[in-house]
């Protein structure tokens, strides 16, 4: 439960954008919090630099052929080095970890995320993909287990923070910000010709590759939906997406009496990441903090789903569940790739994931081995589709 102090902790995905933003803030933090543990899949070399003066149990490899370069020598002092993706699982559910940041892209973190609900840990989620696909098994093994699950999310850290001030049954409805990507002023003309390079351009935000393209599409939107309805136990007619570019706003809780709370902080993914290490605790942090003496304009617009059509899938997929996410978030993960090599044109990404979505064979409530064989299959019809694109 919350109240016992979680203080130890692992970071999977260490090496990526949220991973090393959760190196630093553990490093800030300092005792009682430590790092137990963590994963890098290629550069591990490079984790190994990174983590000199933190003092790890050990660090995970999640691609064996990286692993080769890393000899004793370079670990950390008393660090051991484990490789492959069952280490992960290990690292997950290792007694001594209370808290387990999933900071891996994609269905990658599948298996370890559940790892870490299955053990009972505090499972920080920033890998989102994980709950589009596998929500209700995440969801059931917290339950079981007694584990509890705090966002990382900026936008769901914000709901979590909300939510705070009244019950469940007193919430009308939960507003996502979006910052609308780099395209949010955009014609869909323009959009069919944007290059790899524009849309890896975010105005408000530094993240993965994956992430960014996923900002451009508002297909991140679409998956954040998709993420609230697990995390919050909601409809998908009570989650609400409005755009906002300044990304000051994180987003907003409406409840019954019309009351609407939001969370505000200026961008930087720090804080959501060291709330979900402190909570229910709230500790200074050394993020930048709203100046209240220069002017501040925060905009509100609605989002266009003509322009964005993933935003139509994010709702749907909620509201189907069952193979739907599974389905959509692999066909998404390939194209994405496809269009980051140049094999894909930028409304392509979205085009192609409603067509697989429409073609898969549904059902309600799918295993974990239908899951894998389903993201396999998407996967591999998306690249179908695109070789005759
Ligand atoms: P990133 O690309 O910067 O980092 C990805 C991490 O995953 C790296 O450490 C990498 O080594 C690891 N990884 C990649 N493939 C792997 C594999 N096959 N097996 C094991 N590990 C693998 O990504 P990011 O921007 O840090 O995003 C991570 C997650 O957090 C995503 O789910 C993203 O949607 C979510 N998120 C990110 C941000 C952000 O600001 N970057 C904000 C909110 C949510
Ligand atoms: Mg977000």
Known sequence: SSTKPKNSIAVLGATGSIGAATLEVVRELGEPWHLWGASAHSRILELAGTLQDFQPHYMVATCAEAARGCDRSRLPPGCELLVGPDALVRLAQ???????????????????????????????????????????????????????????????????????????????????????????????????????????????????????????????????????????????????????????????????????????????????????????????????????????????????????????????VAKRGGTCGVVVNAANEAAVELFLSGELRFPEIVAGCRRILDQHHYTPSPGLDELMRLDRWAREETLKWAAQC
């Open 94 to 316: 290792d007694p001594s970890v209370d808290t387990v940041v999933a900071a891996i892209v994609g269905s990658a973190g599948l298996m370890s995320t559940l790892a870490a609900a299955q053990a009972g840990k505090r499972l920080a989620l920033a890998n989102k993909e994980t709950l589009v696909v596998a929500g209700g098994l995440v969801t059931d093994a917290l339950r079981q287990s007694g584990g509890e699950m705090v966002p990382v999310d900026s936008e769901h850290s914000a709901i979590f923070q909300a939510l705070q001030a009244g019950s469940k049954r007193e919430v009308e409805r939960i507003v996502l910000t979006a910052s609308g990507g780099p395209f949010r002023t955009w014609t869909s003309a323009q959009m069919a010709d944007a290059s790899v390079e524009d849309a890896l351009a975010h105005p408000t935000w530094q993240m993965g590759r994956k992430i960014s393209i996923d900002s451009a599409t508002m297909m991140n939107k679409a998956l954040e939906v998709i993420e609230a309805r697990w995390l919050f136990d909601l409809p998908a007619d009570k989650i609400s997406v409005v755009v906002h570019p300044q990304s000051i706003i994180h987003s907003f809780v409406e409840f019954t009496d019309g009351s609407v709370l939001a969370q505000l902080s200026p961008p930087d993914m720090r804080l959501p990441i060291q709330y979900a290490l402190t909570y229910p605790d709230r500790i200074a942090c050394p993020c930048p903090k709203m100046d209240w003496r220069q002017p501040w304009t925060l905009d509100l617009e609605p989002a266009d789903e003509e322009r964005f059509p993933a935003l139509e899938l994010g709702w749907e």
